[in-house]
């Protein structure tokens, strides 16, 4: 793609708040990891690890749901998505299952389990540098009113 003036003029815009941005999502992103854990969510949600040498910017929260849980994550993203919070699947899953690659010869050593259960059971949240402590707050609220509600 070719970048137009005017998509380089509002880029150039938004780069004067990359770092308040940063700080927003990395604070959204803090906030529904301690509240998650501090509330042992882990029982049937994965929660995300981030590697000690890591510094990302965090464009979502991602969640898995375990095997073991008493509800699927549809069953948990189709709550969340009723109560207004919007949700999306971790991108692609397992991409030889995607259409556009079914008719795509590939190779396989040992399958592609881990692809699969990402693609099954995972999905994010926001973490988008807009959302306020009430966005956050009601996002976390919700989550933990689903789990303890299967407990």
Same mark, same amino acid.
């Given at each position: 793609? &070719?970048?137009?003036?005017?998509?380089?003029?509002?880029?150039?815009?938004?780069?004067?708040? $990359?770092?308040? !941005?940063?700080?927003? +999502?990395?604070?959204? /992103?803090?906030?529904?990891? %301690?509240?998650?854990?501090?509330?042992?969510? #882990?029982?049937?949600?994965?929660?995300? &690890?981030?590697?000690?040498? =890591?510094?990302?910017?965090? @464009?979502?929260?991602?969640?898995?749901?375990?095997? +073991? =849980?008493? @509800?699927?994550?549809?069953?948990?993203?189709?709550?969340?998505?009723?109560?207004?919070?919007?949700?999306?699947?971790? !991108?692609?899953? %397992?991409? $030889? +299952?995607?259409? =556009?690659?079914?008719?795509?010869?590939?190779? #396989?050593?040992?399958? /592609?389990?881990?692809?699969? /259960?990402?693609?099954? %059971? #995972? @999905?994010?949240?926001?973490?988008?540098?807009?959302?306020?402590?009430?966005?956050?707050?009601? $996002? &976390?609220?919700?989550?933990?009113? !689903?789990?303890?509600?299967?407990?």
């Amino acid at each position: 793609m &070719k970048m137009t003036e005017m998509q380089a003029a509002c880029g150039l815009a938004q780069m004067r708040g $990359i770092d308040q !941005f940063t700080l927003n +999502r990395l604070d959204n /992103f803090a906030y529904l990891d %301690n509240a998650l854990r501090v509330r042992r969510c #882990s029982e049937f949600l994965i929660l995300p &690890k981030v590697h000690h040498k =890591a510094s990302p910017s965090y @464009f979502g929260y991602p969640i898995g749901v375990r095997p +073991r =849980a008493p @509800f699927t994550a549809t069953a948990l993203i189709q709550y969340l998505e009723g109560k207004g919070i919007a949700t999306r699947r971790v !991108f692609a899953g %397992n991409v $030889i +299952r995607q259409p =556009a690659f079914a008719s795509r010869p590939y190779a #396989s050593v040992g399958g /592609f389990a881990g692809a699969d /259960f990402i693609m099954e %059971n #995972s @999905f994010w949240v926001g973490c988008w540098h807009g959302l306020t402590l009430d966005d956050m707050q009601y $996002i &976390k609220d919700t989550l933990i009113e !689903f789990v303890e509600a299967h407990k």
